[in-house]
């Protein structure tokens, strides 16, 4: 029985791979690039970027270089840069911890979300594609359990890639791209992660990020979360850029620039007076 089970499941697998061919995922990776977004390979049945990506958080590939990775790569899967540069913040809700629950209990409270470009992941997960606000949003883990948000600095795997289960990503009917346009992000949806930003971190975290620093691929979303804690303990925006943009030139490795550290805060600012305001969500 245990044998035929494995069989079953290797079949299915291969099936997988073969529904999606290679000549499939670059018209995807295409049609991304026409739409604005940023499009990075990732290895084939994998979630890892085949790249160093961090240039593409801030510059998208055009059509010629994206069909050179795919003529090197054409088994590799498809990853979408989320972010200002794509103009997209992605919201993962994984069944398999507690998301479907999760996001039920978040539309109970708030509301249900606005329809919106979506995929059906590999895994059996929801991805929710939103227009991005502008500003800086950071990557946001465990905003509920099985609910993640890849916004500035983050990277989704996206359709019709293929998931090491075997399974393909695909879009769900009539929320494709080319059937719906991206909703807003939901207001209450910046003003929880805004809220998550300065919890859950013992006084121990916060001095050894003031000693060691952060590497370069977690500067941004480490910036974000240290403005955050230092906003809600009652310190001045314009003292936390300034205590920002010297702890990034000296932490950080390498550091960000200047005007970057500064949107961030800003960014990270203008969420805290929303949420903290007489009549403001929170």
């Known amino acids: 029985m245990l044998k035929k089970a494995t069989t079953s ?13 290679p000549s499939v995922v670059l018209a995807a990776a295409l049609a991304a690039v026409a739409r604005g977004w940023s499009v990075i390979p990732v290895r084939a049945r994998d979630k890892r970027p085949l790249i160093a990506w961090q240039e593409r958080q801030h510059k998208r590939a055009g059509a010629r270089q994206v069909r050179a990775w795919y003529a090197k790569w054409p088994r590799a899967n498809l990853g979408i840069v989320t972010g200002v540069v794509s103009g997209l913040v992605v919201v993962d809700v994984d069944p398999k911890h507690g998301g479907a629950e999760s996001l039920e ?23 929710l594609y939103w227009a991005h606000p502008g500003g800086v949003v950071p990557n946001r883990a465990g905003l509920a359990p099985g609910i993640d948000v890849r916004g500035d600095g983050g990277m989704v795997v996206a359709p019709p890639s293929v998931h090491p289960s075997g399974a393909a990503y695909a879009w769900k009917a009539g929320h494709a791209p ?12 910046l003003t929880a992660m805004a809220a998550g930003l300065h919890s859950g971190h013992p006084l121990s975290y916060w001095r050894r990020l003031v000693a060691e620093g952060v590497p370069e691929g ?3 979303t480490t910036i974000a979360s240290f403005a955050g804690h230092l906003l ?33 805060v800003e960014s990270i600012a203008r969420m805290h007076q929303r949420e903290t305001e007489p009549g403001g969500e929170g």
């Not at 509301?111 to 995929?119: D, H, R």
């Not at 920002?244 to 970057?260: A, H, K, Q, S």
Request: glycine share 10%; with cysteine.
């Open 105 to 127: 209990e978040l539309e109970r409270r708030h509301g249900p979300l606005p329809m919106t470009v979506e995929a059906v992941t590999g895994g059996g997960g929801r991805h």
């Open 232 to 264: 809600w303990r009652g310190v001045d925006p314009d003292v936390a850029a300034e205590l920002l943009l010297c702890w990034n030139r000296v932490r950080c490795r390498p550091p960000l620039p200047d005007d970057e550290v500064a949107r961030t």
């Open 218 to 220: 977690e500067r941004n």
């Open 9 to 21: 499941r290797l079949q299915a697998q291969r099936r997988g791979r073969e529904a999606v061919a």
């Open 178 to 189: 080319d059937a719906l346009a991206l909703a807003p992000l939901p207001g209450w949806l």
